[in-house]
């Protein structure tokens, strides 16, 4: 009997530890695929979001690009908390490399879809995971799965873009530090550039590889001439007008973007870097020559991007618009 009864106390306080480590982890909050399901009644949020996703994609193929931009800018500064999307002088919008950030409308019209149902229940934050994951869809990529349960965060100041986020133009070795801050490796790094499959970029950040290279008065010697004479021809010298380039040829989420680095076509100084620096090189032709599964990898990329520093459980709050902080 004696030990009957320490067996049960032993039970006891096992179901009672269980239990309080799942009560833990539910009230602290975590990231879980699936997290709004059942949390407005039958409706299915993601649904909801991949129609609204969907219409514009018809109407505009360029959101993909966007919204890939938009996921990135966020999540590198302060986490993945929708701070970029707060309006006002001094705000993250203001800040230089995000003046020309698009997607926000999307946004706006995905939180108003979902408020229709369940006012005050989905995140700006989750919806830019989620909007983005299927625009990329939408691009011949993967639907990989998104994790979901963030919260919006309460800070949004512009210095701090200019703290954490890699500058256009930074080195190969820069990026991989600053990546690297955000527990991000060097393949993840190679990934998430494959979102430049695509992108575009204006001529301004192109001049110098075109006609002097690092101040040599020479075009970057890594270039191939053809694509040389061709950009020549979209960016003149001495001319104000600051076209666009597509950073590829292929408008779908694919491994062509990889195969041009091989080539060397790659349009912005890190993407050709990305070829030839040693931490880089190998998993670019790797990529280059057997990327079939590139799409199920990219996804994976953007999973771990959209997991850093995220607010969860109590944390921050649910805006009730995606461009303001809530009263409080």
Known sequence: MKMKSKAAVISSSLVFILSNWAWGDWCEGALQIGFYR?????????AIVAGVVTARFVRDPTIVAALLRLQYHDCFVNGCDASILVDGSNSEKTAPP???????????????AVDRICPGVVSCADLIIIATRDAVFLSLGVRYEVQTGRRDGLVSLPQNVSLFLP???ASVSHSIALFA????TPTDMVLLLGAHSVGVVHCSLLKDRLYNFRN??????TMDPFLLNLLRLRCPQNTPTNNI??????????NSYYQRLLLKRGILPIDQELALHPLTRGTVMTLATRGFDFPSRFGAAMVKLGAIEVLTGSQGEIRRSCRAFNEH
């Open 38 to 46: 059942g949390k407005c009644g039958i409706a299915d949020v993601e």
């Open 98 to 112: 995000n003046l020309s950030v698009r997607g926000f409308d999307i946004i706006d019209d995905a939180k108003a």
């Open 167 to 169: 500058p256009p133009l």
């Open 181 to 184: 801050n955000k527990g991000l």
């Open 216 to 221: 040599t008065g020479i075009p970057d010697p």
């Open 245 to 254: 380039v597509n950073l590829d040829q292929n408008p779908f989420m694919d």
